[in-house]
């Protein structure tokens, strides 16, 4: 519209256009201030509340673990990780006398390496070693598949050689100048005729307990900083495809059972002060069923991991003894027709499920966005697997060793790992590895830092919950716990939108200072923690703006 039209004299218009125009032009200034203050309440509408006395419990330090595979050592020094994780399917064939792998299924059953002078056990000494000059606490796996690797020096399961032409080759390695096959010939069907023996050797618990032993006496006991966690093997249930060249028979309930009696009791004789962890199986359908047919049947219905804490605690009730320290689960992300788990950060919609699908955790209203949820109640993942060890082995403590929401290089799997660990201290986690860590550089490593050392000078998230809530989680998630060290209240905020969000946040049970310090991360910044201005705090609480994508981190002193 022209306004130097209407300025000019009004004379030289009629009266009715000059009243319509001025009216026009008030129309559009009240729907622009409207929408103006619709947008300021909208983005103030989110409030924050902590409440102190509250909900108080210990956060466990363990819930900040790693799996030690491809993990950077800069930055399990820098943070001293708590505990990581020595584990894998290669580990279910791991022979320390030649100190050698196989990994199966997942790259054509090579084992071996080029080492062709082992040192029994040279490369879970060094990691357990390191670990423990880290402040780490190490978790060994111990092999319960039957069969472990054979040679310390390349070989594989599926010779062509020996098997015949098969579907695809491994283009790398070539043991003795031969082809290594997947295992299936070249019309898709496995080939089922092998030999267990070709590149592996019969394992049991008296094989094993020679490792346990040479892991004391090299590390010392538990009690003294040796491994302090040992896993009863991994995936177990996974066995017959992973492992299907020594193990082609899937896992049934009892053969479950039978070996972690025997292997879980072997290491508790040799090292008391040990824990033990497992069944550390791969997902929801190997939580309901063993996939042996009729076998869940047989055993009057029972969800195969909740028969496996029943069995569990039965041994205790009948031996005295407690084999079965943490029950332990691997959980990842699924949604249908996207890629979280292990995945880069993606386009825009699988950035908006990732931030969602950590409600899976632990929220009861939420229907998981995938053949699970369609077909399962809410999975409440956490609260779930508290439920079944308060109803069939009271005392075990809850552990999840492999997770991971995928775009760890990116701002989104910052935001998502950040909302993660706080899910982990307020569901009263016990212990947690996250698989394929995140690079020093990353933004993933940055969500940790923000727990762990958000001021590069060792400041850390506090270890008592404390009550806090958003009445927009999906928006801005808050996570608040109090340092025992000296009683300051930390709170990590994370704005999961793309603009800024204002909001006020309600203070109960605390006497605070007058000014808080506060650092944030975010996109502005990719590469540091930064620290901005100390905020004034009453209190009654505060009102801050936390910027798009970001997470921040608000540490209010005791008065």
Known sequence: MNLRFLLQSPENKPRWLVLFLLGLIA?????????????AIAQNSISLSVDVTADRHSISPDIYGMNDFAIDPALAKELRIPVERWGANHTSRYNWLVDSSNVGDDFFFVGGGD????????????????????????IVTIPMIGYVNKFSTWNCGFRVSKYGAQEKTNPYIFPEGDKCGNGKRPDGTLITNNNRLDVSIVSNPEF??????????????????GVQIYQMDNEPS????????????????????????????????????AKVLGPSDFGWPVY???????????????????????????????????ILDYFDEHYYPVVDDLC???????????????????????????????????YNPPLTIIPRFREWVKQDYPGTKVAITEYNWGGLESMNGALTQADILGIFGREQLDLATLWGPPKSSEPGAYAFRMYMNYDGKGGKYGDTWVRSQSTDAGQLSIYGAQRTRDGALTLVIVNKTSKNLTSNLSLKGFSPGAKAQVYTYSEA???????????????AGFKATYPANSITLVALPKA
């Not at 094993?208 to 900083?225: C, I, M, N, S, Y």
């Not at 909740?306 to 569990?312: D, I, N, P, S, T």
């Not at 292990?342 to 825009?348: E, W």
């Open 288 to 322: 309901v069923d063993s996939g042996v047919k009729g076998d869940r049947e047989k055993h009057g219905g029972v969800w195969f991991a909740r028969w496996y804490l029943q069995q569990m605690r039965a041994y205790e009730q009948q031996k005295g003894v407690r």
């Open 340 to 374: 979280l788990a292990n995945c880069p950060a993606g386009d825009a919609k699988t950035q908006a499920a990732r931030l969602r699908s950590t409600r899976s955790l632990w929220d009861s209203t939420y229907t998981d966005e995938s053949w699970i949820g369609k």
């Open 27 to 39: 129309a559009f200034a009240i729907a622009a201030t409207t929408a103006y203050f619709k947008s």
């Open 208 to 225: 094993q307990e020679k490792w346990v032993k040479h892991l004391v006496k090299t590390h010392g006991t538990a009690a003294k900083g």
């Open 115 to 138: 080492n062709k002078n082992p040192i029994p056990g040279d490369s879970t000494d060094k990691i357990v070693k390191t670990n423990r000059n880290n402040g780490s606490k190490s």
């Open 238 to 273: 996974g066995w017959g495809n992973t492992h299907r060249d020594v193990h082609p028979e899937p896992t049934s309930y009892d053969e479950l059972r039978d070996r972690t009696f025997q292997y879980a009791s072997m290491v508790k004789a040799t090292d008391p002060t």
């Open 525 to 539: 910044n990719l590469r540091a923690i930064v620290r901005q201005s100390d905020l004034s705090v009453r209190a």
